[in-house]
């Protein structure tokens, strides 16, 4: 029997990028991306957050709504990387979002009364410590 007779297996290998492989062009420039539309509007979410818990007093509405925008700093990374979606803008716009959502969230918690002022500090002192190796480990390179 021949060799061209017997069907050949398809490889999906050409799907699978090597590190010899050329890599796709990336423009970094973009503003308009996906992720970087969830960062504008995660921040734009804070103000929606304040409101529902003092102005309706709807700690519930807050809670879940604070819940799914920190979901969505996990799916807008994703989609950055996945999708060549990285930009200059969202590698500076993603984290002040995440650190100014966090830090009006934990603020309205403490002043709402809805927890204990150690656990402010406590959180506070987690973050500060984190952010202060995180910052050390980037500029040590």
């Known amino acids: 029997m021949s060799s061209e007779s017997v069907p050949q297996a398809h490889h999906s290998a050409h799907l699978i990028n090597r590190p010899s492989d050329p890599q796709p062009e990336v423009n970094t420039d973009r503003v308009l991306t996906i992720p970087n539309i969830m960062s ?8 929606l957050f304040l ?4 102005g309706r007093d709807n700690r519930a509405g807050a ?3 604070i819940g799914g925008l920190g979901a969505t700093d ?7 990387r ?6 200059e803008l969202g ?3 993603d984290p002040i979002a995440d650190r100014l959502m966090f830090i009006v969230a934990l603020i309205g918690i403490i002043v709402s009364g809805v927890s204990p002022l150690w656990f402010f500090w406590l959180v506070l002192l ?3 410590l984190f952010g202060g190796v995180v910052a050390v480990a980037t500029f040590l390179g």
């Not at 504008?40 to 103000?47: E, H, K, Q, T």
């Not at 996990?74 to 950055?80: Q, T, V």
């Open 40 to 47: 504008f509007a995660r921040l734009a979410c804070i103000p």
């Open 51 to 54: 409101y529902l818990l003092f």
């Open 63 to 65: 809670a879940w709504l």
């Open 74 to 80: 996990w799916i807008d990374g994703y989609i950055a």
């Open 82 to 87: 996945r999708f060549n979606q990285v930009s």
């Open 91 to 93: 590698k500076v716009l």
């Open 126 to 128: 987690r973050e500060s």
